[in-house]
């Protein structure tokens, strides 16, 4: 009966949703996997799991309302730390998912982060999902993978500062034309839109760094539910919130 009503009332929200105000790019940082878990009496691992086959979902909602880039922060560089028993199976369920996600034939999937910084198995999967995704015509999917929002904005200006070396730029003279457009240009997101949305699940509400150069002018949600219990009513929720604002950009 639950479920019966969910429905009803998500096709309600839905039916009231004007397509012309959905978000073009949604950031989605996928919280609450082990709290999940827990509180259902489950395992870290079963909690990311969950998580992985929720993401599916949440890309058929985003193609059903519109929307053309989904970022989702699978794994942060703080994430890195955990101890080996938890990010072993976690990297191996990431994988997975992306591996999902390259196979499907809808999405085209592009890595951010610091691959650098990865296993060199995790490395080669994310490198097949881009190259084996790059014909797609879909919603561009970029996996936040070994992703830090300071890890990136320093990784732009050493890309900046590498690639100006090689032209001969000198500092007085690259110093005399750095600008927000530049950076940008090395950012591991250049040539796409900055996020419209960003959600949250799980109830935190910070951004923990994330696409911290890039959501200074997005929109946030929090979400109070964890990630694998997140539904299609929650995200069309937060739809209907982010077009009844009025986007000042910083006016």
């Not at 998500?10 to 999940?36: C, F, M, S, T, Y």
């Not at 929090?222 to 950009?249: G, I, M, N, Q, T």
Request: proline share 3%; charged share 30%.
């Amino acid at each position: 009966m639950r479920d019966l009503v969910y429905g009803l009332y998500a096709r309600r929200v839905e039916g009231r949703l004007d397509h012309a105000q959905v978000p073009k790019h949604i950031g989605v940082i996928l919280d609450g996997n082990r709290r999940w878990a827990r509180a259902a009496g489950g395992t870290a691992e079963q909690g990311h799991k969950a998580g992985a086959s929720k993401i599916q979902e949440l890309l058929g909602w985003c193609s059903e309302t519109d929307v053309e880039v989904v970022t989702l922060w699978l794994l942060s560089t703080d994430n890195l730390d955990r101890p080996e028993d938890e990010l072993g199976p976690l990297l191996s369920i990431i994988e997975g998912a992306v591996r999902d996600l390259a196979t499907d034939g809808r999405w085209r999937v592009h890595h951010v982060g610091n691959r650098d910084l990865l296993p060199s198995r995790t490395q080669t999967v994310l490198k097949e999902a881009e190259r084996d995704t790059e014909h797609i015509d879909g919603i561009l999917v970029n996996v936040a993978v070994g992703y830090g929002g300071r890890q990136e904005i320093a990784d732009a200006v050493r890309s900046l500062l590498l690639d100006h070396a090689t032209k001969g730029t000198s500092f007085e003279e690259l110093a005399e034309v750095v600008d927000i457009d530049l950076i940008s240009e090395h950012l591991y997101t250049r040539g796409q839109p900055d996020p419209d949305l960003v959600i949250r699940t799980s109830g935190e509400q910070r951004l923990s760094g994330f696409m911290l150069w890039q959501s200074a002018h997005s929109e946030y949600y929090f979400c109070e539910v964890f990630w694998p219990a997140f539904r299609k009513v929650d995200f069309l929720r937060a739809l209907r919130d982010y077009a009844a604002r009025h986007r000042r950009y910083g006016y």
